[in-house]
């Protein structure tokens, strides 16, 4: 059995910055488990995974455009002055470290400043850089059954009205 989508697929890997950090390592967290096709790991490792079989083991690199992308191809939002430290040096091209809503570090680099606003593009940590890979195929297994639906599921329900 190979690698493809719909599939579960467990394995141990080690992504890093090219030449540097290491960012996961099933070594410290133990392998992992994901659907294949399911979009729950980086989607340029995903492609590099299919047709993999178990034991298989592959290294490469995968290009910043196709990891986190271009910092100049990040988003951008306005973002009121006032939510930036009083003592901030605000200027085109500064970086602040900043928390998206969901607690992922960002960077923001100021694009534009206007009176009541800063314009800044929300650049990924990771954007801009190469990252290495290590990947060994643990298991593959298919999808679990669905559950079936218990008989009151499957039930037409109609109103009934009581006749005069």
């Known amino acids: 059995m190979n690698v493809k989508d719909g599939l579960f697929v467990r394995i141990d890997c080690e992504l890093k910055v090219s030449g540097g950090e290491i960012i996961e390592s099933s070594s410290k967290t133990g392998p992992v488990e994901y659907k294949h096709g399911a979009g729950q790991i980086l989607a340029a490792l995903e492609t590099r995974l299919a047709g993999m079989g178990i034991g298989d083991e592959k290294t490469g690199t995968i290009p910043a455009a196709e990891a986190f992308g271009d910092a100049s191809a990040q988003p951008k939002m306005a973002i009121p002055r006032a939510s930036f430290p009083s003592d901030a040096k605000l200027e085109v091209g500064a970086k602040f470290e900043a928390k998206s809503p969901q607690g992922t570090p960002i960077m923001l680099e100021v ?51 009581e006749s005069e």
Do not use: N
Request: proline residues 14%; negative net charge.
């Open 111 to 161: 694009i534009t400043i206007e009176e009541e606003s800063v314009t800044a593009r929300a650049v990924h940590a990771l954007a801009d850089k190469d990252l290495e890979f290590r990947v060994k195929v643990l298991a593959i297994r298919p999808p679990p059954p669905p559950v079936p639906k218990s008989p009151a599921e499957e039930l037409e329900l109609t109103e009934v009205t």
